[in-house]
Each structure stands twice: as C-alpha cells, then as structure tokens.
C-alpha cells in the first residue's frame, strides 16, 4: 500500500497500525520473530524462516519513505543492524533479500525527502554497514549460475523433471529478480543485463512467471531496470514470414511509443514451420513464440496422485468423489488446487459447503459458469489421501457426453501435478 499510494489514495493510519503491528513482533536483538505460518514452502527460501526481518525491513523502509509512518528510530536502526548481523549466507534465498533490503536503504538515505517526517532518521551508511553489504554482493555474485550462454540466474538447486530436463522455479525467479533490483540499486546496471535476458525467457505463455509471487517480483526488476537504462524512442517495423514448402509473410508489426505496451499477435498457418525475422528501425521489441496442443491422453502424475469417480445411480442424489494425496519429495506441499471440469449438461450444487465440512480441508471455492469448472483451494495436501465429494446435478441431458478432466497442483509449483479424466453415465 505503501508503494501504491502514489496512484491511489492509501489511508495512512490502516497502515500505520500495521505497522504497530509488525513492531510489537520485534524481539530484543531486533530481528522479527515468526508468528503463523506460510502457505507455501516455495515462498519461505528454502524452508528457512531467516527471510523474515528482510521482508519487514523493506516494508517499513517504504512506509517510512512513502507516507511517513511513525517508526521508533531505534528500532528500524536495530532491525537493520540485525539483519546484517544474522544472515545466514548458507541460505542463498535470505541472503539476497536480506542484500535487496540494505541495498534498497542504501538507496533512500541518498534519496532523502523534504518531508522531514518521510526522512530514515538516526540511519546512516556507516563504514562497517557497507561494508556488510559489498560482502553479501560478492558472496552472491560469486554463486551466480552462468552455465547457460549469456545468462546469470541464481538457485538452491536445478530442478530436474521426470522427463529427464531442467525447469525453472519459482525461487530461481524471484531471487534473480531481487538481485536485478540490487544491482540497480546499486548504479550497476550493467552486470544485471544477463540476469535481465535470463528472466525475459522464462516467461510463460500468459506473459507471467512461475507463480503469482515471483511474477509481481520480476516485473518490478524488469521495470525498475527498464527505468534506468539508456532510453531509444521506439519506432521500428518487424517483419515476421515463415517458410515451409512455400514463403509467406504473415505480417508487419509497427511498434512505436504509442503501442509500446501493447501485445500484438500473428497465427502461424502451418506447423512445423521456420520463422524468419527482419526488423527496421530503431528501440527494443522481444518476440514471443508459444505452442498450444492437445494431448491423447492424460500424463502421468508428478508429485500428486488423484482420483475422479462419478455416482449417478441415484437420481435423488448424484455426486462426484474425488481423492488426492501428495506422493512428491518435499516434506510437505504449499497451497494446492484441485480443478474439477464438469461434464457437459451438469453444474455442482453449492460447491462452497465444501468450506464447512470440517474434514474436507478445503479453505475457498472459486465457480467459473463461464468454463463450468470447481477451484476448491487447499492449505496443503497431505501424503495420506484425501477425499471430497462434490453434489451434482443434472441441468440437460446430452447424448454421449464426453469425459471431463479433474487436475490437482500446487499453486508455486505447477510442475508437481496430476490430472484424471471421468464421466457420468
């Protein structure tokens, strides 16, 4: 909210008892203790919780800067020397948030305000301060990945899919994005340009990320790195032509600055085809190619087992059971979803009394008319099964209906899936 109120209007006490709040947390070394858990062990790095007092740090550095909450002087300056003083450089997560949050100080105390009640007052860029924070730089930079052309990433650990090939995570997202934010912070733009390159391709086929969280990540680095380097106006054509049997230009793209933030798209006429690019003109553009198909079959699980099983033998009383257990390698799973397609000529009846049935574990129920699908959320899914069972009924009747598909996932990490087809007969 605090960043937000600069574009719309933010009531400034809601955010000032938050921030008494998070204060009444802080623990006499001045580091913050946890309270609650998080949903999802893909957002705590690497299931460590010393990423907490540099989440914190950065939200009351925006909120003191932005609209000048009261904050104790001492205490921010003890929650920052705090945060130097424990990090935990084994973890490679915390550490580059808790070097994104002193870089982000860094850059305020030279930033200073005119409004004296938006001033980090009592803080200052002491020697041994910088110091810490080179140290964290060099020690980060130092892990960096390069073992891919042109590109720096960080990660805890490559994640290789059943298939035999490396994916991205969502952690490795959103670390390379805070450091894309330090180095800019920093006045280093330059050595965040391969972290830059590597981000722009692992862009899915939405124009998001992994998941929500390193999404809201990457596109403030991007657009935080967007702001700071050299600025050619754009005006520029791309010519786009594929060749198969035969050549055919499909199209010329104008990009200028009255466009720039507009998506422009073009079908392909044939597959497989090659694609040849010419461009005239000068400015930035990336082009995207994105693959849609269908499958024959369902793939097999990964990380999740479920099951589907319709019950229409009872007119009265016609229901959908189904069951899912986490058969992955974590410990235990985030946030999971259970995406349940209805069968064409049926609808759920009041899926949201999932939500009260005590044993069915289920936290929120999204119904999209539109698609005819269920989006039961759940806190986490165990290791032993878990069944619900979803009220149905019949609204028309359809000759040969086809099968509907059932898919369970984890929010973070949608590789860890698994999906079944059922029917009603």
């Known amino acids: 909210f605090s960043e937000a109120s600069q574009y719309i209007e933010v009531d400034t006490n809601l955010v000032q008892r938050s921030v008494n709040w998070l204060m009444k947390g802080q623990m006499e070394n001045g580091c913050f203790r946890k309270r609650g858990y998080v949903h999802s062990s893909y957002l705590k790095g690497g299931g460590s919780d010393d990423s907490l007092t540099p989440f914190v740090v950065t939200a009351l550095l ?13 205490k921010l300056v003890e929650a920052v020397d705090c945060m130097l003083r424990t990090t935990n450089t084994t973890d490679i997560y915390s550490t580059i948030v808790t070097a994104h949050a002193a870089n982000l100080l860094s850059n305020k105390l030279k930033m200073q305000s005119e409004d004296k009640r938006k001033n980090l007052d009592n ?23 390069t073992s891919e052309p042109g590109s720096r990433f960080w990660d805890n650990e490559r994640k290789l899919s059943k298939w035999g090939y ?8 959103e670390m390379t994005a805070y450091n894309v934010m330090s180095f800019t912070l920093r006045d280093e733009v330059p ?16 124009g998001g990320f992994v998941s929500t ?70 400015g930035c553009a990336m082009v995207q190619t994105v693959l849609r198909y269908n499958m024959p079959e369902v793939q097999e699980n990964n990380g999740f ?9 009872t007119i009265d009383d016609p229901s959908l059971k189904i069951c899912a257990a986490y058969t992955g390698s974590e410990e235990k799973t985030g946030m999971v979803l259970i995406e349940v397609e209805l069968v064409t000529g049926w609808e759920a009846v009041s899926p949201e009394s999932l939500k009260n049935e005590v044993d069915s574990g289920v936290q929120r129920v999204e119904v999209d008319e539109k698609e005819n699908k269920v989006v039961l959320y759940f806190d986490s899914m165990p290791k032993e099964e878990k069944c619900i069972t979803l009220e149905l009924k019949q609204v028309m009747e359809i000759e040969d209906a086809k099968e509907a598909l059932v898919t369970v996932y984890d929010y973070n990490n949608s590789k860890e899936s698994a999906s079944v087809l059922y029917s009603l007969n």
């Open 305 to 313: 087992t479920i099951t589907a099983q319709g019950n229409t033998n």
């Open 213 to 282: 969280q390193d999404t809201v990540v990457a596109l403030q680095a991007l657009s935080m790195y967007a702001q700071r380097v050299t600025r050619i106006p754009l005006d520029m054509t791309v010519d786009v032509t594929e060749k198969h049997e035969t050549v055919n230009k499909l199209n010329t793209f104008t990009l200028n600055e009255k466009n720039s933030l507009l998506l422009q798209t073009q079908k392909l006429t044939k597959l497989p085809s090659k694609l040849v690019l010419d461009t005239d003109g000068a």
């Open 166 to 173: 490396y994916y991205t995570s969502s952690e490795a997202v």
């Open 191 to 206: 050595k965040a340009l391969d972290s830059v390159k590597w981000l722009a391709r692992q862009r899915n086929s939405q």
């Open 123 to 145: 803080l200052e860029m002491t020697t041994e301060r910088k110091e810490q924070i080179d140290d964290l730089m060099e020690e980060i930079t130092n892990r960096a990945n």
């Open 62 to 74: 925006e909120a003191k800067s932005r609209i000048g909450v009261k904050i104790l002087p001492n």
